[in-house]
């Protein structure tokens, strides 16, 4: 990045951080396999998957079923990535 | 005003004084601070709990307006209004990431407000305040359509008047909630959010049980839906709707559905109550459960079929002589339910107006005096002049709402809603991208922003709603793809496919950001200094160093 940044502040919390990553203006970035998990409710969005009144449910179109029954999966990806990246979050090293 | 009429006013009083005198005594809950500093006032003291910011943001974005407006749209058009399922269940996922860098960054700089983080990032206070006038230019509408919900209600139970007296209540009620949100700051809106919780769970689980026992099961409630829905309109001659997506409106209702999921954090309000949240984990924790709710809304939206299959009539609007499709669920709650126990549905919805609109003006506020008062007018307000600032600009902000209302047909204040979601979408590079990269240079992100602005109005502006007699203007959101033009190129003549405009005017302010950025780089326009450090967006504590007051001397 050619944006002209300034040598980071002394900070004592950050001194490790500051000396593996001179280019201050660029924000760590780690990519972690699990957070695309959070993608999978995407999967609502794709409307020819469910466009349809058969099979119903309790007299439920598909339509509108197959969407509430996408939220508790939604749910769960989100709680999945929240778990298994909690604790290095929580310990602030990423 | 009938005999069940007068029950209902009864009840519906006797919560809403309960509420009003719960937001009163707010300001004394958990106060730490000086109460006098604006993060208290804005910002509850950045403290609120996972449980206190689930029913914070619960009650700020599933708003009145969410509970009557949706079922409305699936009464009169069908399954496109099912949107809302889709747009909760992607949204949380989807921002629950940046959401965390935001927090984290914010408390490190002491930012208070989504234009606090431009500017820091950027060193653009331009750019600010572009960023702060999006944001309450957006916020203005919806807080105007949260009064549109309560009116609703109030002209359900009978104070239906007409002329601009019969307002009337909405003014009183809005005083109430003037009020007590200048008392208590954002503490008020978080306790009387539990209540509204509370009431809108038990009223939607025994309508979505009492009701469809009552009307003969789910089967025969869609049959009447769609039955209705396929009757040819008298205005267009073509059916009203379908209780499945057509060819055309699938893709509307795909981009639709994104296109408000990543509209939702960049609303200010939402800001507001993330960043009063205590800790990562607290808002971990909450983008976790948030989808909860998406199920109480995807129940709720079927009451627009319940209220067809039960035969039930909008009310006509006593100040406007139009029939208003917004009165409908309060309506079959009126004729179905017991009348006590509408009194009960019509406080939930009347206090879940009211949650919302006291948080949207307090972000108003904030914007308002961090990136406009503070930044222009006077740049040595002290925290007590801010917080002093932002009280005020609460009451201007909530006095122009009312104004809204009462000026204009409440069917427009839906038109300017729909505006404020292309528009604050246009903020997305600015803020939600900034959080990941600061590749786009700030006076490029400044064109890509204006440019999505005015080419998201002119095509509004260019979309006729055929369904409403002399409506040629700002008539929808979806814009038919063969009509899509590129300087007068058509670059899919011809299609009626349906998309959603601010998905649209969204591309056209990447590709613009993205050009302006290499031709500003190849010229070496300065870019500023970033003020933000990369490990700021993983900070779990704020260090000593750099606590609250490092914007201003930024």
Known sequence: MSSPSPAPPPDPTATSVAATEPEAAAPAFRFRAWNLLLLVPLISLITPLFNMTEPRLAGIPFFYWFQMAVIPLGILCTLAVHLITRRADEEGTR | MTGAQVVQLVVFLVLFVAVAVLGFTASRWRRAGDPDHLDEWGLGGRSFGSWVTWFLLGGDLYTAYTFVAIPALLFSS??????????????????????????????????????????????????????????????????????????????????????????????????????????????????????KDVLIYVVILVAIIYLPLKLGGWGPIFDAGAAKLAKPSPTTGQPTGSTLLSANNQLQYATLALGSALALFLYPHSVTGVLSSSSRATIRRNMTALPAYSFLLALLALLGYVAIAANTKPIVNGSTGKADSNTIVPALFAGQFPSWFAGVAFAAIGIGALVPAAIMSIAAANLWTRNIYKEFIRRDATPRDEARQAKLASLVVKIGAVLFIVGIDPQFSVDLQLIGGVIVLQTLPAVAIALYTRWFHRWALLAGWAVGLIWGMIILYGIPNPAVAGKSHFGGSALALGKLSLFGWHPFGGSTVQIYVGVVALIGNLVVAAVVTLLLRAGRTPEGVDHTRGDDYHATTVPESTAPEAVSSV
């Open chain 2, 78 to 195: 069908g399954a496109l209004g099912f949107y809302a399922v889709p747009y909760t269940i992607i949204a949380f996922p989807l921002v629950l990431l940046p959401l965390l860098r935001l927090w984290s960054v914010s408390r490190v700089h002491g930012y208070v407000t989504p234009a606090d983080f431009v500017r820091g990032r950027y060193d653009s206070p331009l750019l600010a305040l572009a960023i702060a006038l999006t944001g309450i230019v957006a916020t203005m509408p919806y807080i105007a359509l949260q009064l549109a919900g309560l009116e609703a209600v109030l002209r359900t139970i009978g104070l239906n008047g007409s002329g601009f007296w019969g307002h009337a209540p909405l003014f009183v009620a809005f005083i109430v909630l003037a009020a007590y949100t200048y008392q208590s700051g954002l503490r008020a809106p978080a306790l009387i959010a539990v209540v």
